[in-house]
């Protein structure tokens, strides 16, 4: 099998209908009317940037990159996510408020409403792309939608197929049918509101109603992913960002928004395999996505420049808003939203690596916080038991200022670092990263990006250039060879270097760096039972071990 192209590849517009006669059947027993709709298959960029323009009401920013909204959603619905009650996986779903059941027959309701939505258009958009850069584990995924925009956001977050391999695409794997423009009937059978994103894994669909927002496409993916690759192809799924050095050595990055996992990764003495899912396979990490979703508020040259760099022609700068004359982006305005994004294609960030594939195990497992309590230490090195406890309870905090009514630190524990993508059961996926961390002895890092020497308001945050100074520890092998100390004896228990180069000892033990001991063990003992409060939902499912190696304030 040949491996995945690049958006360059493309297919003349001529060739466009002749490559798509051999589908013609499968999408009149789908049940689009054939007679009626135009169907458009893997457009070229520039069909693509000319129909939102005209149909959509997108502009062109000063940049080159298309700017367009998504309509009255700016941000997934998690509470509207649901996946099918069948039997083909219905013993493997993590059922619960993650992944809520939704019956086959209303399932098939909301399958003829996308679709007899789409038949109302008179051009519907396909993509056909892969997910997933490894040929072996890959999956055919098809797009069918009714806006251009949609279509290119796909177009830049797949793998974009090689003109041979769109001649020879066949049948999908998966597909999504995106109607978002139109809504969910909230009277039918177990819908709560007019939105609606359902994935079927026995009918190998996804459906879209009542939300514009590209991301429940990318994601979506992304949860599809999260079940097929364990279950189908035995392999790890991951909410990650992942780099190779020069050497070889591969790094895995964990971590919420705000902990810097696509900032750390984006490391220009390494290359960027990719900044937010994986698969780590049995032959190394491949990427999930042909491209990026990066959040643009308050983007700049300066503090973002790969970034910055990549907002040309293909790109799409989602809710942004812009000058009317000049059209240049207003990247500090959040009057659309906060979530203000821009996709493109993986190669337009200089130090990608094509394909984006590491060919070789990870040698670091990194997990980023961001602990606005002031209470973690900036690294600590994590034992096996100690990495699952971690990884299941995802946790970093929410700062005063980052959504309204937070006034004080707040913590956020999402498990496995990206609670609503995922669908197994956690521990599931845990067992997997012990596995394979033990198979080729992989380290595991707790590293914290927020506050020292006190909490929000009193201390202030770790600067960036010690992270990248411990980053560089870890990557040259340095970090695994130093001395270390415990941390909070019978509390956190976590053994943290006694000096990493570059770096003051005085920030590295959170208890050297408060001057106020008795606040420092006052937020120590609430931290560690914030984490025992938000663990007990997965007690019984785990080893005791990994139980025992989280923190607790009862052992204060």
């Not at 051009?123 to 290119?152: E, M, N, S, T």
């Not at 022609?313 to 240049?328: A, F, K």
């Not at 063990?521 to 039972?529: D, F, P, Q």
Request: proline share 6%; aromatic share 10%; glycine share 8%.
């Amino acid at each position: 099998m040949t491996s995945p192209g690049n958006h360059h590849d493309e297919l003349p517009h001529e060739q466009h209908y002749q490559n798509l006669s051999v589908d013609v059947k499968t999408f009149s027993e789908a049940g689009f009317d054939m007679d009626r709709v135009s169907i458009k298959r893997n457009s070229p960029v520039a069909e693509l940037y000319e129909e939102a323009i005209k149909k959509e009401g997108a502009v062109i920013s000063s940049s080159g990159a298309l700017i367009n909204y998504s309509g009255k959603k700016t941000g997934r619905s998690p509470k509207d996510k649901r996946i099918v009650y069948e039997e083909t996986s219905k013993d493997d779903v993590w059922w619960g408020p993650v992944n809520i059941k939704l019956d086959e027959h209303t399932f098939e309701i909301n399958r003829e409403r996308a679709i007899d939505y789409l038949n109302t258009r008179e051009d519907i958009y396909v993509f056909d792309g892969f997910a997933g850069w490894d040929p072996k584990y890959r999956i055919k995924v098809r797009v069918i939608c009714a806006r251009a925009y949609h279509a290119l956001f796909m177009h830049n977050m797949l793998i974009r197929p090689t003109r041979e391999e769109l001649e020879n695409f066949g049948e999908p794997d998966f597909t999504i049918y995106n109607a978002g423009q139109f809504p969910a009937n909230r009277f039918t059978a177990g819908m709560t509101s007019s939105t609606s994103v359902e994935i079927n894994f026995k009918r190998r669909e996804m459906i879209i109603l009542g939300t514009e927002y590209a991301g429940e496409m990318k994601k979506g993916i992304f949860s599809v992913m999260h079940y097929l690759q364990p279950v189908k192809f035995g392999q790890l799924s991951l909410h990650s960002s992942c780099n190779q050095g020069k050497d070889g050595d591969v790094s895995l990055f964990f971590g919420l928004s705000g902990t810097g996992k696509t900032t750390l990764s984006a490391d220009p003495h390494r290359q960027l395999i990719g900044d937010d899912e994986h698969v780590w396979s049995d032959t190394g990490v491949f990427n999930i996505e042909g491209g990026c979703y990066a959040k643009c508020i308050g983007l700049s040259a300066e503090k973002e420049p790969e970034i910055f760099g990549a907002i040309r022609y293909g790109s799409i700068l989602e809710n942004v808003t812009y000058d009317p004359v000049s059209r240049v982006p207003d990247y500090d305005d959040a009057t659309i939203t906060e979530n203000t994004r821009c996709a493109y294609p993986i190669d337009y960030i200089s130090n990608a690596k094509i394909p984006c594939i590491a060919d070789a195990q990870p040698s670091n497992v990194i997990m980023l916080t961001c602990d606005a309590f002031g209470v973690l230490p900036p690294v600590s090195k994590l034992t096996s038991e100690q990495a699952q406890y971690h990884f299941i309870a995802g946790y970093t905090s929410k700062t005063p200022g980052t959504e309204d009514g937070v006034v004080e630190p707040s913590p956020t524990f999402s498990t496995c670092y990206g609670q609503p993508f995922i669908v197994l059961q956690p521990q599931r996926y845990a067992s997997m990263l012990a596995e394979r961390m033990s198979k080729v002895n992989c380290n595991a890092y707790l590293v914290n990006t927020g506050w020292t020497g006190g909490k929000f308001g009193v201390g202030r945050r770790c600067a960036l250039k010690y992270t990248r100074a411990i980053l560089d520890a870890i990557h040259d092998g340095s970090l695994a060879n130093a001395e270390y100390e415990t941390f909070a004896p019978g509390i956190f228990d976590l053994q943290i270097p006694k000096a990493v180069n570059n770096v003051p000892s005085d920030i590295l033990n959170p208890v050297r760096a408060w001057p106020d001991q008795g606040a420092f063990v006052s937020e120590l003992k609430k931290l560690a039972g914030m984490f025992s409060d938000a663990f007990v939902k997965y007690e019984k499912d785990v080893k005791p071990e990994v139980l025992r190696a989280g923190p607790s304030s009862a052992r204060a």
